[in-house]
T-cell receptor, first 112, second 111 residues
Framework: KAGVTQTPRYLIKTRGQQVTLSCSPISGHRSVSWYQQTPGQGLQFLFEYFSETQRNKGNFPGRFSGRQFSNSRSEMNVSTLELGDSALYLCASAKGHDQPQHFGDGTRLSIL | GEDVEQSLFLSVREGDSSVINCTYTDSSSTYLYWYKQEPGAGLQLLTYIFSNMDMKQDQRLTVLLNKKDKHLSLRIADTQTGDSAIYFC???????????FGKGTMLLVSP
């Protein structure tokens, strides 16, 4: 059974640009969550989608947005990139609420 | 508010047992998790425990939960060099999939 797949694995952008990250959940999983991991702040929750609806959102500015498609695949978008957005972005999927989350290997985003 | 705390570093010798500790604050947590992260990789789900359980054993891993003290521990028996990694404790409140993580404990296993 394939795990959570995130693409691309690495990205380099410059300040002011925008970026879209993609996540394909484990087959049959309908919940997709996104997390940001940085050395200073650790792992922080961005948002969660379930059946194409955003169920919960973390404390991040509006530049961070996401969506989920009918096949449960999800995308995350960051606009007007800042140096502080450099991080490992992790996607996790679960069968549903209150179910264990399984993570992908992440997308490492570097802002120059 | 929610907060999860872990010690930052643990060093053991190969073959010894490792115990990683974690404290949490959200009394409504339904699940408590342990994840492992190796360099350059994502998070690997090691094990999890329901908040109505005291203990869970899975091969070399034993999780102990003390709800009264809001204390969670992960014991790794017969620790191997391949167990060297960062271990994260996480909690999830009831009805939500949001995970709140600790800062992680770096486990170093020496031969």
């Amino acid at each position: 059974k394939a795990g959570v797949t995130q693409t691309p694995r690495y990205l380099i952008k410059t300040r002011g640009q925008q970026v879209t990250l993609s996540c394909s959940p484990i087959s049959g999983h309908r919940s997709v969550s996104w997390y940001q991991q940085t050395p200073g702040q650790g792992l922080q929750f961005l948002f969660e989608y379930f059946s194409e609806t955003q169920r919960n959102k973390g404390n991040f500015p509006g530049r961070f947005s996401g969506r989920q498609f009918s096949n449960s695949r999800s995308e995350m978008n960051v606009s007007t990139l800042e140096l502080g957005d450099s991080a490992l972005y992790l996607c996790a999927s679960a069968k549903g609420h209150d179910q264990p989350q399984h993570f992908g290997d992440g997308t490492r985003l570097s802002i120059l | 508010g929610e907060d999860v705390e872990q010690s930052l570093f643990l060093s053991v010798r190969e073959g010894d047992s490792s115990v990683i500790n974690c404290t949490y604050t959200d009394s409504s947590s339904t699940y408590l998790y342990w994840y492992k992260q190796e360099p350059g990789a994502g998070l690997q789900l090691l094990t999890y425990i329901f908040s109505n359980m005291d203990m869970k054993q899975d091969q070399r891993l034993t999780v102990l939960l003390n709800k009264k003290d809001k204390h969670l521990s992960l014991r790794i028996a017969d620790t191997q060099t391949g167990d060297s990694a960062i271990y994260f404790c996480a909690e999830s409140p009831s009805g939500y999939s949001t995970l709140t993580f600790g800062k992680g404990t770096m486990l170093l296993v020496s031969p």
